[in-house]
């Protein structure tokens, strides 16, 4: 964790809010069927990096697949701005959509692409 710097980030209507503490120089953009669909540019961190402040209550819960990964998005402006998964290590981890983290200059970030389709 080079560049880690805490953000605050979260939904569009603000329902759902969140501190995170992320290295932004690591952003990830996946070919999988949601994330193409979805256009999320992800950052991965581990839950004690991660703390919902608001809209625990307003989350929905969308899985497919091998259901590892809990997309969950806004039940009222339908924003996914982070989702919770287990990693390959086996360890929970939360990906951030950093399209949701307040204050970030997208077109500055460096994008490493993920494979996902593939896994
Ligand atoms: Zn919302």
């Keep these: ?5 805490n953000y605050s980030g979260g939904c569009h209507c603000g329902q759902v809010r969140f501190d995170v503490t ?56 339908g924003v996914g701005s982070f989702s919770r998964g287990i990693a390959p290590s086996g360890n929970e981890m939360i990906a951030v959509n950093v399209r949701c983290v307040d204050g970030v200059d997208l077109p500055a970030l ?6 996902g389709k593939n896994w």
């Design 1 to 5: 964790m080079s560049d880690a710097k």
């Design 22 to 77: 992320a290295d932004l120089s690591k952003v990830y953009s996946c070919n999988c069927s949601i994330c193409v669909k979805r256009g999320a540019l992800w950052a991965f961190v581990p839950p004690e990096s991660f703390a919902l402040r608001a809209g625990a209550e307003a989350l929905v819960d969308y899985q497919f697949n091998k259901k590892v990964i809990h997309h969950l998005f806004c039940g009222q402006c």
């Design 110 to 115: 460096t994008l490493t692409p993920v494979d």
